[in-house]
């Protein structure tokens, strides 16, 4: 990967993390509303992933889809006036958190019913196998969402059909509060996958290097051989499932433990090292990063709130 | 004008769009090879082939997600569920997720899918394969719900569902397959959203679609030889639900009897005949009558079954009812 490259992935990663710590004294302070989950310590799994794939290649995610929204171009100022509720958000302040998308960015949304959006990928997929392209459809999801029935049913028809799909599942330990081990019959999540006799993998997700590697091959081969694959990211969330969350189901200890692991903290180390950057180049994007979110606060909070009319709007097409 | 029945209706349908459009595809269970559980596709496996005939997974989440999913992107599929009472199992794709995806996103999808459903009871499959659940899907903004109660409205209503841009549910009637009518020759279609009046009368209203339609239509006749005369509004369209006919009609007769085949709580006559009473009470020259199925699962014993859905003669003693 080239340098301007990388240095654009640290800047998404940095972005990712300060409108989400943004938001959450935002949410505090009241001004936004409902459930609000933040992506912070998953950073690097979203940045591989979206760096990995051709812009004609879809993306679909759950609830906790800020990182996506970001990383697939979706403006700060865009997703900040989506959770504040407002007119210029990305879904017109219908959605909230959960649900951005942008059809332009090939980005699919933004899904709040756990697993719910698995069929819906193997739709996507299934609407361009029958357009006859090779776009690849990527399809983000949690560790809880393996155990629910979608899941199943979407895998199956995506290796009967041989549907290009790549599912992607982001293991960070936790359904909610629910360890892996409490609620799925196996560990390695991957190991799913084989009762679909679908080729699988698993990798690092603190690391973006690691996760954009993976990705890259895992799409290639699906574009290839016209296959799903399964793609197991280890990963961890810092902050608790939701705003709400009292967390105790985990100890301080263990979230320390994967915070000396950082993602933005690895890839900065990883610049340093390559000499890709100079610590005063990588201060000077995270100066920007701030510039860029204090803006993208200020336009959400200068911005509109959607007409009263607009409530009717968009109930149909036609 | 040709007579067929209600499957060929169906068929024809789906054949002329699927020739029209080629981004028209079917998908669901036995839909292709086998031709259809109730042969609306037969012989569409041969023509079309296996991609735009799509032979799925017993797995209705499947089916319908990923009849969303093309649809997202541009394809028409039309989704068959085997009946509607295996919708319950795709009930989070049919109502909590095709109707609200074009709104939540700010209007950037859209969702051109039909879902076509086998419902009704009457034929002895018992109390989880017999239900008419219709008024639980109109219960949602976003799904427009069709229903039609003859061969010509069959045809033309699902044309234009196929042609629309909204996801669409449209439920046909297990035993009026064979029923015949009248249809237009070439190309014609009916909107949906709009009631029509298939009998003229002037002494009652009978609301009523689908299978209620056929019962309807002996009641009349049976009443007629009585010298009343009933006018017979077929909404055709439970959401969104066109009120003009049913509301013309009754400023005329002042007199309502609303019959439908699923349960009477909660169900398409409590929607119409609370509008009524909201929209025409000064009109209202006797209680309204709502015929219904008895609240209870249904029975597999013929003799049972028959006793618990609507019947002609409940019909006809609901009108004189209403005109006492």
Same mark, same amino acid.
């Given at each position: 990967m080239k340098k301007d490259q990388l240095l654009d992935l640290y800047h998404q990663m940095v972005l990712i993390r300060r409108v989400e710590e943004r938001g959450a004294e935002l949410y505090q302070a009241g001004k936004i509303g409902g459930f609000m989950h933040l992506y912070i310590g998953q950073e690097a799994v979203s940045t591989g992933l979206i760096a990995a794939r051709e812009p004609r290649d879809r993306v679909i995610t759950a609830y906790r889809d800020h990182g996506v929204a970001l990383n697939t171009g979706i403006s700060a100022n865009e997703v900040m006036a989506e959770l504040l509720g407002k007119a210029t958000g990305i879904s017109k302040g219908k959605g909230g958190s959960m649900h951005m998308a942008s059809v332009e960015k090939n980005m699919w949304g933004g899904h709040a019913i756990v697993g719910g959006h698995l069929p819906?990928?193997?739709?996507?997929?299934?609407?361009?196998?029958? =357009?006859?392209?090779?776009?690849?459809?990527?399809?983000?999801?949690?560790?809880? =969402?393996?155990?629910?029935?979608?899941?199943? &049913? =979407?895998?199956?028809?995506? #290796?009967?059909?041989?549907? $290009?799909?790549?599912?992607?599942?982001?293991?960070?330990?936790?359904?909610?509060?629910?360890?892996?081990? $409490?609620?799925?019959?196996?560990?390695?999540? $991957?190991? #799913?996958? &084989?009762?679909?006799?679908?080729?699988?993998?698993?990798?690092?997700?603190?690391?973006?290097? #690691?996760?954009?590697?993976?990705?890259? &091959? =895992?799409? &290639?081969?699906?574009?290839a051989e016209s296959q799903p694959y399964f793609l197991e990211v280890i990963t961890y969330r810092y902050r608790g499932h939701s705003m709400g969350d009292p967390e105790r189901y985990r100890k301080q200890e263990e979230v320390k433990k994967w915070q000396e692991n950082d993602p933005i903290g690895i890839f900065r180390k990883h610049l340093l090292e390559k000499k890709t950057a100079s610590a005063k180049a990588l201060d000077e994007i995270d100066a920007q990063v701030e510039d860029e979110v204090n803006q993208a606060v200020e336009f959400a909070e200068t911005s509109p709130e959607p007409a009263l009319e607009d409530l009717f709007k968009n109930v149909y097409v036609e | 004008m040709a007579k067929i029945t209600m499957r060929e209706a169906i068929s024809q349908a789906l054949m002329e769009e699927m020739d029209r459009d080629p981004a028209v595809f079917i998908l669901g269970e036995e839909v292709g090879v086998w031709g259809g559980t109730y042969a609306v596709t037969k012989g569409f496996y041969d023509k079309y082939g296996p991609d735009r005939i799509k032979d799925t997974p017993i797995a209705e989440n499947a089916i319908i997600g990923a009849a969303i999913g093309a649809a997202m992107v541009g394809q028409r599929p039309i989704a068959e569920l085997m009946t509607i009472n295996f919708a !319950?199992?795709?009930?989070?794709?049919?109502?909590?997720?095709?109707?609200?995806?074009?709104? @939540?996103? /700010? *209007?950037?999808?859209?969702?051109? @899918?039909?879902?076509?459903?086998? *419902?009704?009871?009457?034929?002895?499959? *018992?109390?989880?394969?017999?239900? +008419?659940?219709?008024?639980? !899907?109109?219960? !949602?903004?976003?799904?427009?719900?069709?229903?039609?109660?003859?061969?010509?409205?069959?045809? /033309?209503?699902?044309?234009?569902?196929?042609?629309?841009?909204?996801?669409?549910? !449209?439920?046909?009637?297990?035993?009026?397959?064979?029923?015949?009518?009248?249809?237009?020759?070439?190309?014609?279609?009916?909107?949906? /959203?709009?009631?029509?009046?298939?009998?003229?009368?002037?002494?009652? +209203?009978?609301?009523?679609?689908?299978?209620?339609?056929?019962?309807?239509?002996?009641?009349?006749?049976?009443?007629?030889?009585?010298?009343?005369?009933?006018?017979?509004?077929?909404?055709?369209?439970?959401?969104?639900?066109d009120m003009e006919p049913v509301l013309e009609s009754f400023k005329k007769t002042n007199r309502a009897v609303l019959v439908e085949e699923g349960w009477k709580s909660y169900g398409v006559g409590s929607e119409v005949g609370s509008r009524i009473y909201e929209e025409a009470f000064d009109y209202v020259d006797a209680p309204i009558i709502r015929i219904a199925q008895k609240e209870v699962p249904l029975p597999y014993n013929r003799t049972l079954e028959q006793a618990a859905l609507p019947q002609v003669p409940d019909i006809v003693a609901a009108v004189k009812e209403v005109l006492k």
């Open positions: 819906i990928a193997s739709g996507l997929a299934l609407g361009d196998q029958y =357009a006859k392209n090779d776009n690849v459809t990527i399809c983000m999801f949690g560790d809880g =969402a393996t155990n629910i029935g979608y899941f199943h &049913e =979407a895998l199956n028809i995506s #290796k009967i059909w041989g549907l $290009r799909v790549l599912w992607v599942c982001e293991n960070n330990q936790y359904g909610m509060g629910t360890a892996v081990n $409490r609620a799925s019959a196996v560990d390695d999540i $991957r190991q #799913k996958a &084989e009762g679909y006799n679908m080729k699988n993998s698993q990798v690092d997700g603190m690391d973006v290097m #690691k996760v954009y590697d993976a990705a890259r &091959e =895992a799409i &290639e081969y699906v574009r | !319950f199992s795709a009930m989070d794709y049919i109502v909590n997720q095709a109707p609200k995806l074009h709104y @939540m996103f /700010g *209007g950037q999808f859209r969702v051109p @899918m039909v879902i076509r459903a086998v *419902g009704g009871g009457g034929r002895q499959l *018992g109390a989880t394969h017999s239900q +008419t659940p219709d008024a639980i !899907f109109a219960h !949602f903004p976003g799904l427009k719900v069709v229903s039609p109660g003859t061969p010509e409205d069959a045809k /033309g209503l699902l044309k234009s569902a196929i042609r629309s841009d909204d996801p669409i549910l !449209f439920i046909e009637h297990a035993t009026m397959y064979q029923v015949r009518g009248e249809v237009p020759d070439g190309e014609y279609l009916i909107p949906i /959203g709009k009631s029509k009046v298939q009998r003229a009368g002037k002494d009652a +209203t009978i609301v009523t679609y689908s299978k209620g339609l056929e019962l309807s239509l002996k009641a009349a006749d049976e009443l007629a030889k009585d010298g009343i005369e009933a006018e017979i509004v077929d909404l055709r369209t439970l959401r969104p639900l």
